[in-house]
């Protein structure tokens, strides 16, 4: 039992509410979660189908999207499959060492997605600044070991997540008042001095994010300056264009992270429904609308997509 403490018990488990507030209406809100999921699903499948079959996608930009739409289905995967089994079939409860998993998936993926899109403010950035020398620094070999380095990364950084609240005593309370498992929630559930749990996620927290947003701020300060040197609008209106897309993934990504990460160290005001629907959306918004932004702006994926549809394609 939970209660005896021994956290190492295969038996030991929690009990995820969902979304408290929406108790009457969870059952009609899984369904647009269901949408986007699927959404999610299929649209990081067919990105990752174009670029695998078409050769001439085998460049920088599309081996760090792929990267990303294969980070998108993890994370994704990762959380709503059991959420929906909670609000449509009431299955609350979850195992001890799956919460762990899911801790682990959650923070570790969201780690690489920052990481990649990192990545590709780099490849935005010698695209334009050093057009002619981009194949040239950025080959294949050092875009794998770019991807290696994000996920690596991501793997070291989160592992002592898990394993300090594996050694840790919990209460008897192990209701966790949302649909998913994540750190600082289950943290909240401990019996003992988390103060250094607490420290390390702070320290995580701006050591990546912090690191890559300034990598990404640095990176788009450099292409703005070289953008705005172009002679002709038409030339500059087409640079700012190869960056809408990826402007447009961060948003969405760092916002709702951002706003759920405050919020749960500092928004103790903010109504537990905001908070939570706001949790749901920054683990699925991203991985829904990372395949769209791309399908539609990408011109090489989006004919694809339009042959496919046509019964053109390959």
């Given at each position: 039992?939970?209660?005896?403490?021994?956290?190492?018990?295969?038996?030991?488990?929690?009990?995820?509410?969902?979304?408290?507030?929406?108790?009457?209406?969870q059952f009609w809100v899984a369904f647009p979660f269901c949408v986007m999921y699927i959404v999610a699903v299929t649209g990081n499948i067919i990105i990752l189908h174009i670029i695998r079959i078409d050769h001439t996608l085998h460049e920088p930009m599309y081996l760090?999207?792929?990267?990303?739409?294969?980070?998108?289905?993890?994370?994704?995967?990762?959380?709503?499959?059991?959420?929906?089994?909670?609000?449509?079939?009431?299955?609350?409860?979850?195992?001890?060492?799956?919460?762990?998993?899911?801790?682990?998936?959650?923070?570790?993926?969201?780690?690489?997605?920052?990481?990649?899109?990192?990545?590709?403010?780099?490849?935005?950035?010698?695209?334009?600044?050093?057009?002619?020398?981009?194949?040239?620094?950025?080959?294949?070999?050092?875009?794998?070991?770019?991807?290696?380095?994000?996920?690596?990364?991501?793997?070291?950084?989160?592992?002592?997540?898990?394993?300090?609240?594996?050694?840790?005593?919990?209460?008897?309370?192990?209701?966790?008042?949302?649909?998913?498992?994540?750190?600082?929630?289950?943290?909240?559930?401990?019996?003992?001095?988390?103060?250094?749990?607490?420290?390390?996620?702070?320290?995580?927290?701006?050591?990546?994010?912090?690191?890559?947003?300034?990598?990404?701020?640095?990176?788009?300060?450099?292409?703005?300056?070289?953008?705005?040197?172009?002679?002709?609008?038409?030339?500059?209106?087409?640079?700012?264009?190869?960056?809408?897309?990826?402007?447009?993934?961060?948003?969405?990504?760092?916002?709702?992270?951002?706003?759920?990460?405050?919020?749960?160290?500092?928004?103790?005001?903010?109504?537990?429904?905001?908070?939570?629907?706001?949790?749901?959306?920054?683990?699925?918004?991203?991985?829904?609308l990372n395949p769209i932004i791309y399908g539609v702006r990408t011109k090489q994926i989006r004919d694809r997509v339009i042959q496919g549809c046509c019964g053109k394609g390959s």
């Open positions: 039992m939970l209660a005896s403490r021994n956290s190492s018990s295969h038996s030991t488990f929690f009990i995820l509410l969902g979304i408290p507030g929406l108790e009457n209406y760090f999207l792929a990267m990303l739409a294969t980070t998108d289905l993890i994370l994704s995967s990762s959380t709503q499959p059991k959420m929906l089994a909670i609000l449509w079939f009431h299955d609350h409860k979850i195992e001890y060492h799956a919460c762990l998993i899911q801790v682990f998936f959650i923070h570790a993926f969201s780690s690489v997605e920052s990481g990649v899109l990192m990545a590709m403010a780099l490849d935005r950035y010698v695209a334009i600044c050093f057009p002619l020398r981009h194949s040239s620094i950025l080959t294949t070999s050092v875009v794998i070991k770019l991807g290696v380095a994000v996920m690596v990364r991501g793997l070291l950084w989160v592992s002592p997540f898990c394993f300090m609240i594996s050694r840790m005593p919990f209460c008897p309370n192990k209701v966790i008042p949302q649909s998913y498992c994540e750190h600082m929630a289950v943290l909240k559930l401990v019996c003992a001095d988390t103060r250094v749990n607490r420290g390390y996620g702070l320290f995580v927290a701006f050591s990546v994010v912090g690191f890559d947003i300034i990598v990404i701020s640095v990176s788009y300060v450099m292409i703005l300056r070289a953008v705005l040197r172009l002679p002709s609008g038409e030339a500059r209106l087409k640079a700012f264009g190869t960056c809408a897309s990826h402007i447009g993934v961060i948003l969405t990504l760092y916002i709702p992270a951002l706003f759920t990460f405050l919020t749960h160290r500092f928004g103790h005001h903010v109504p537990r429904v905001v908070h939570i629907m706001f949790a749901n959306v920054y683990l699925l918004v991203p991985p829904m």
